[in-house]
């Protein structure tokens, strides 16, 4: 366990780093612009995001460490590593696209393209480590929850759709 715990703390903390960067486009604007938007009944109280994504980047950190923890040099574990990367930047990206460009159709499909990536990359994590496929689900509920949420924005400020 020692020995692999190590990739665990790498991934972690690489998880957490992009959280905590993406979150400098999200402070730009979340007191700003982000309350200026309609927003449907069921979105969350502002407060309740930093805690929710601190939990999951640490579940996929943990996860991507059970998987790199499998050997690298495997290609199963290189392919389930690289969806890995590639969603945590569509996941980062989004905060990007969303608070700091206000973009928020744009921000649907990273979004939407973050869903599908992540969906991927559980199935890729279930070949190498069930374990690791099993820590993405929250992540993966909440960015479908939170797909809705940009959906129903983006129709109740830019279709003049009511939700």
Same mark, same amino acid.
């Given at each position: ?65 059970? $998987? ?8 199963? =574990? ?18 990007? $696209? ?17 869903? $599908? ?10 070949? =190498? ?35």
């Amino acid at each position: 366990m020692t020995k692999k715990l190590p990739r665990i703390l790498i991934t972690v903390a690489i998880c957490l780093l992009i959280g905590f960067l993406s979150s400098f486009a999200t402070r730009s604007s979340v007191d700003t612009w982000y309350p200026t938007l309609n927003k449907p009944s069921f979105n969350p109280p502002n407060w309740i995001f930093a805690p929710v994504w601190t939990v999951l980047y640490v579940l996929m950190g943990i996860a991507a460490g059970i $998987v790199w923890n499998r050997g690298f040099y495997h290609k199963w =574990v290189k392919t389930a590593i690289y969806h890995f990367g590639f969603q945590l930047v569509l996941n980062g990206m989004w905060s990007i $696209v969303f608070f700091g460009m206000q973009k928020v159709f744009w921000a649907l499909v990273v979004i939407i393209a973050l869903l $599908v990536l992540l969906l991927f990359t559980i199935k890729w994590f279930r070949v =190498v480590d069930k374990r690791a496929a099993w820590l993405l689900y929250p992540y993966v509920a909440w960015v479908g929850f939170a797909t809705v949420l940009n959906f129903s924005i983006w129709q109740l400020n830019y279709l003049g759709v009511r939700c």
